[in-house]
C-alpha cells in the first residue's frame, strides 16, 4: 500500500519481517498500537532501539486509517518511497574537492524538491537531511524537483551534530547562514566544503550552530529581512558553483 509518504507495511508477520531484515534508512517510522500485547510491543521496541528507528505509539483509529481499515494487527510501517543513500559509503566514494549541501530540518516538501533541483544544477555531491523533524523523500519532493531527485544523492542521519564533527575530522570546513556573519559574496567554496541551510521558521538550531567554521549572510535592503529557504539556498549554490568553477 502507498500514500504521499511512501509505502506501507503492515501486519505482525509482515512487519516483524521487513523489520528484521531491513536497515533503518529503509524505514520512516514505525507505529504501534497503543495497549497492544506486551510480549509483541517489547518484540518491536527491542528492533527498533537496536536500529534506532522511530517508534509512534498510536490509538488503534489512527491506524485503521493509515491502512484504510486493513488488518494491521497493531504494528503499521512507513517506508520510503525514495532509496537513502548509505552516508558511510557515500563518504569513501568523494574526492577531495566534494561540495555537501546539509539541511537542517526543512519541513516543506516543495522547498526540499526545489532544493534538490538546483543542487542538481550546481554540482551538489551529497545531500544531508535529518531522520526527524524534517520532510523526507516524497513524491512531492519527487515531483517538485522535476527529476533531480534521481540525479542527487540523499542521505538520512539521526544526528546533526555527530555528522558534522565525523566531517570535520574528515577534512571539511562546514558554512552557515545567520544575519551576522560574512558577506556571501566573499565566500570561497573551494575545497571540502559543507554548507547548513537551517529550517524555515528558526534558522540552523543552536547544537547545529555551535559547529560552523564560519556564518555568512545574504545582505538585504527590504522590510522583510529573510528570503524563502529554497530561494536563499539557490543563491549560496551559485556562489559556490561561481568560486569552484570559474
Same mark, same amino acid.
Given at each position: 500500500m502507498a500514500n504521499d509518504a511512501g509505502e506501507i507495511v503492515f501486519g505482525r508477520h509482515a512487519g516483524l519481517d521487513y523489520l528484521k531484515n531491513n536497515e533503518a534508512t529503509?524505514?520512516?517510522?514505525?507505529?504501534?498500537? $497503543?495497549?497492544?500485547? *506486551?510480549?509483541?510491543? =517489547?518484540?518491536?521496541?527491542?528492533?527498533?532501539?537496536?536500529?534506532? &528507528?522511530?517508534?509512534? /505509539?498510536?490509538?488503534?483509529?489512527?491506524?485503521?486509517?493509515?491502512?484504510?481499515?486493513?488488518?494491521?494487527?497493531?504494528?503499521?510501517?512507513?517506508?520510503? $518511497?525514495?532509496?537513502? *543513500?548509505?552516508?558511510? =559509503?557515500?563518504?569513501?566514494?568523494?574526492?577531495?574537492?566534494?561540495? &555537501?549541501?546539509?539541511? /537542517?530540518?526543512?519541513?516543506?516538501?516543495?522547498?526540499?524538491?526545489?532544493?534538490?533541483?538546483?543542487?542538481?544544477?550546481?554540482?551538489?555531491?551529497?545531500?544531508?537531511?535529518?531522520?526527524?523533524?524534517?520532510?523526507g523523500l516524497t513524491s512531492v519532493v519527487a515531483k517538485t524537483s522535476t527529476g533531480a531527485i534521481d540525479y542527487v544523492p540523499v542521505c538520512r542521519v539521526n544526528n546533526l551534530t555527530q555528522t558534522i564533527k565525523d566531517l570535520k575530522d574528515r577534512g571539511y570546513w562546514v558554512f552557515g547562514t545567520d544575519m551576522k556573519g560574512q558577506d556571501y559574496t566573499e565566500w570561497n567554496a573551494k575545497g571540502k566544503t559543507v554548507l547548513v541551510i537551517g529550517n524555515e521558521g528558526k534558522g540552523i538550531s543552536p547544537l547545529v550552530k555551535k559547529q560552523m567554521d564560519q556564518m555568512l549572510t545574504l545582505p538585504m535592503v527590504g522590510h522583510v529581512q529573510s528570503l524563502n529557504a529554497s530561494v536563499a539556498t539557490g543563491i549560496l549554490l551559485y556562489q559556490m558553483m561561481r568560486t569552484r568553477y570559474k
Open positions: 529503509k524505514i520512516n517510522k514505525v507505529f504501534l498500537q $497503543s495497549g497492544v500485547q *506486551a510480549e509483541f510491543a =517489547q518484540e518491536v521496541l527491542a528492533i527498533c532501539k537496536q536500529k534506532r &528507528i522511530v517508534v509512534q /505509539d498510536a490509538p488503534k483509529k489512527k491506524l485503521d486509517q493509515l491502512v484504510n481499515g486493513g488488518n494491521h494487527q497493531g504494528l503499521v510501517i512507513m517506508i520510503p $518511497s525514495f532509496e537513502y *543513500a548509505d552516508y558511510d =559509503q557515500k563518504m569513501a566514494e568523494l574526492g577531495d574537492d566534494s561540495f &555537501i549541501l546539509m539541511l /537542517d530540518s526543512i519541513e516543506d516538501p516543495h522547498n526540499l524538491g526545489s532544493i534538490l533541483r538546483t543542487a542538481d544544477a550546481t554540482g551538489v555531491d551529497l545531500v544531508i537531511i535529518p531522520k526527524r523533524h524534517a520532510s
